[in-house]
């Protein structure tokens, strides 16, 4: 059975720069992302003492399929890597893992670890982990529409689930989201759930990226005025 929804901020992090470290350094590309690996680690057990509730990552994006060959074959082995020791540590921790995005042009077997994963966390009440894989937000919007399309046709009163369908199930909102690494857009990521989001922009490539960062960034949120359209409060 899954978890209850948590309480909290829904942070949504891009996270870039792995590359751009490794090269800063002269090392592979590949070493990059497993750095970033380290981060994620480091963010998500941060997350919950922060006020994070739910805690969305993008890890790979549907245009991502065109960087080089050898590149993707390493993300795709540090992501076997991962949902293989760490789901039981997310597990311990509370932290309940579900992967949003395409499944079906995943190499083989990799479906089959994340179903195993996410399984294995289900329970979890103190983060949802939420991690966007072969991620499109705008594929995300087209689909929901397709299905919500289709139950209207039979009739099934749906108008009201099309957030949850873009999103892949009852989640709330994005408050913020944070891109590392000094770029300034979004990227096709969460473009309906972070319709009155604000954003945070570093330089702090990811693999730097750690809990002092995240504070950081919620620091700067905190002191924005969120109106959602609204009007500034009266002094």
């Known amino acids: 059975m ?3 929804l948590q ?34 680690r480091r963010v998500v057990e941060a997350a919950p003492g922060q006020g994070i509730g739910t805690l969305t990552l993008y890890a790979f994006s549907s245009d991502n399929w065109r960087r080089p060959e050898d590149e993707v074959t390493a993300l795709m082995g540090l992501l ?15 932290v309940r893992l579900s992967v949003i995005g395409r499944r079906d042009r995943l190499p083989e077997g990799i479906a089959e670890a994340i179903g195993r994963a996410e399984a294995r966390t289900a329970a979890g009440s103190g983060l949802h982990l939420r991690i966007a894989l072969d991620y499109s ?12 399309a289709a ?26 989201v944070i891109r590392t690494s000094g770029e300034q857009r979004l990227s096709d990521f969460l473009l309906w759930e972070s319709a009155y989001a604000e954003l945070h922009f570093t330089p702090v490539h990811w693999p730097d990226f750690g809990a002092d960062d ?4 919620l620091r ?11 009007l500034a409060s009266a002094a």
């Open 7 to 40: 309480p909290g901020l829904h942070v949504g992090i891009i996270m870039d720069g792995n590359g751009r470290w490794a090269t800063g350094r002269g090392l592979p590309r590949a070493l990059g992302h497993k750095a970033g690996v380290a981060a994620i």
């Open 220 to 230: 700067a949120f905190a002191d924005r005025e969120r109106r959602f359209g609204g």
């Open 137 to 148: 937000a705008r594929a995300a919007i087209l689909a929901a529409a397709a299905s919500l």
């Open 214 to 217: 995240l504070a950081t960034a």
């Open 2 to 4: 899954q978890s209850a």
């Open 80 to 94: 076997r890597l991962y949902l293989r020791e760490e789901a039981e540590r997310l597990a311990r921790a509370g």
């Open 151 to 176: 139950d209207l046709r039979t009739g099934v009163p749906a108008a009201a689930e099309f957030g949850r369908r873009v999103s892949g199930g009852p989640v709330p909102d994005v408050d913020l």
